[in-house]
């Protein structure tokens, strides 16, 4: 059973000419409980060991309370440019495992968030073209994993981790009938301590120490890019465009296995759209994964570590009218 109760002010105050300050503030309230328990009736020590699971009737209760404020400055350079800096904290409650194989497993602790970004916004070339750039540096505490532990899955808390980065992003009008966009992540994320991580298939013991390696579903490099282009067809419009998807390797288990870890990939994605007059209607074709690019996005290890496929080629069509 759970309850929680939750608000949001903000404010912004705009100082000076150019200055504008804004301060947030989240205030959460929860409270969560639990009444479950795992019996064996005639069953042998032999066969709990070996499910790792032990006996226990617990009846437990959790009530958090959370302020996580948020403090952004911007200065407008120009019309066309504005800078800016923010810090803020996050809080995750945390809570109970289902199926939890022991007592100790069953609960786990909230998870706090403290981060700062800073970037800018431009525009550029008479407006044509947009050029954002965001640097951040975030630390987690008793950060929430999910692990296997061969029967199912449950929740745990690392110890630390820190995901800083830079993020690169541009669109632009090419004449009166081109457009195009890119993107360009970086992204360093790293535990900073995971003693009680769970070990790869070629090592001895029940844990191992993740201190200093990368998160799992955390490439370093990610990016992409593409092209439009519009043709006027008397009062309709047909537009057809190109985009490109990139992923450096990425580790997909919990242990950080480069055996499950999927190399880097590129998707290509192409698209068709036919327009009505005043965008009153519009006709949109898809080819989503155009080559039937292989990938995979995660690992099952509850079906003997089956990795899940990334999406292939899929055809979408869609029709959208507006009555006013």
């Known amino acids: 059973d759970a309850n929680s109760a939750a608000a949001y002010p903000q404010a912004r105050l705009a100082f000076a000419e150019d200055w504008a300050l804004t301060a947030g503030l989240r205030w959460t309230w929860e409270r969560k409980q639990v009444q479950t328990g795992i019996a064996f009736d005639k069953t042998g020590i032999l066969f709990r060991a070996a499910l790792g699971q032990e006996p226990y009737d617990e009846s437990r209760e959790r009530r958090e309370t959370d302020l996580s404020p948020r403090l952004a400055l911007e200065y407008t350079w120009s019309p066309d ?6 810090a ?41 073209m947009s050029l954002n750039l965001a640097l951040f540096d975030s630390r987690l505490r008793d950060m929430q994993v999910s692990a296997y532990d061969g029967a199912a899955f449950y929740v745990q808390n690392a110890a630390a981790a820190r995901v800083r980065g830079a993020e690169l992003e541009s669109r632009w009008l090419m004449g009166s009938h081109w457009r195009g966009w890119a993107s360009l992540g970086y992204l360093d994320a790293r535990y900073l301590s995971f003693p009680n991580a769970p070990v790869r298939s070629d090592q001895s013991g029940d844990t191992q120490d993740l201190g200093g390696q990368p998160l799992t579903h955390a490439p370093r490099l990610s990016g992409g890019g593409g092209l439009e282009y519009e043709w006027p067809i008397g009062a309709l419009r047909l537009t057809a465009g190109l985009d490109a998807l990139y992923r450096s390797l990425t580790y997909l288990n919990l242990d950080d296995d480069p055996q499950d870890a999927q190399p880097a990939y590129t998707v290509l994605n192409a698209a068709l759209v036919l327009a009505g007059a005043e965008d009153r209607w519009s006709l949109r074709l898809n080819v989503l994964n155009l080559t039937d690019k292989k990938y995979y996005d995660a690992l099952m290890p509850s079906d003997g570590g089956r990795a899940v496929p990334g999406l292939g080629r899929t055809f979408l069509a869609t029709l959208n009218y507006r009555f006013r």
């Open 81 to 86: 440019f504005l800078l800016y800096a923010a």
């Open 88 to 128: 803020a904290r996050g809080y995750k409650s945390g809570g109970y495992n289902d199926f939890a194989a022991t007592a100790e497993a069953l609960e786990f602790a909230g998870e706090r968030l403290e981060s700062v970004e800073a970037g800018f916004k431009a525009m550029l070339d008479e407006r044509r």
